[in-house]
């Protein structure tokens, strides 16, 4: 539905840190199901782990947040080059149940809770092969750069 050439229109990440490489399902002012496949080459191998490579904690919850900023850029009909920016701002209830390591196909998806002065919420959980690796509330800000 979007590869990384239109996802990089909705998002001002860049190499290293763009973790979205495809969308695959996008309900305007809903969800959103997007994947980010893991490879061994990813720079945050080299020191977390070296001998057992493991995606780390913090940049899963990143990716579904990414995940989640492209759901609200498209459900506002905004891009960064409108000079809109959307600020990941917080999470709660963070679970992490299973290691993300290099071959993995990581699937994120995101779901609007609620959005309130420029505010939005999304329930959003992080799989691979369907098991659960990841669960958080993710909140970001939309905000004039």
């Known amino acids: 539905m979007m590869d990384v050439n239109e996802i990089r229109q909705y998002l001002p990440h860049r ?7 495809r969308v ?5 002012n809903d969800s959103i199901v997007a994947y980010k496949n893991v490879t061994v ?13 493991v ?9 579904m947040a990414q995940a989640a900023g492209v759901l609200g850029f ?4 905004k ?3 409108d000079g809109s920016i959307y600020y990941f701002v917080g999470s709660d209830n963070a679970r992490f149940k299973r290691p993300v390591v290099p071959g993995d196909r ?16 999304f ?20 905000r004039k750069l």
């Open 24 to 28: 695959v399902e996008l309900n305007l």
């Open 106 to 121: 990581l699937q994120l998806e995101a779901k609007i809770i609620a959005e309130k002065r420029g505010i939005w919420k």
């Open 74 to 77: 498209k459900t506002m009909d």
């Open 79 to 81: 891009t960064p080059e």
């Open 55 to 63: 995606m780390p904690g913090v940049l899963i919850i990143e990716a």
């Open 41 to 53: 080459n990813e720079p945050f191998f080299n020191g977390h782990f070296p001998d057992h490579p």
């Open 123 to 142: 329930e959003c959980k992080a799989t691979v092969d369907g098991q659960l690796a990841c669960s958080a509330t993710i909140m970001c800000a939309d």
């Open 15 to 21: 190499y290293p840190f763009l973790l979205v490489d």
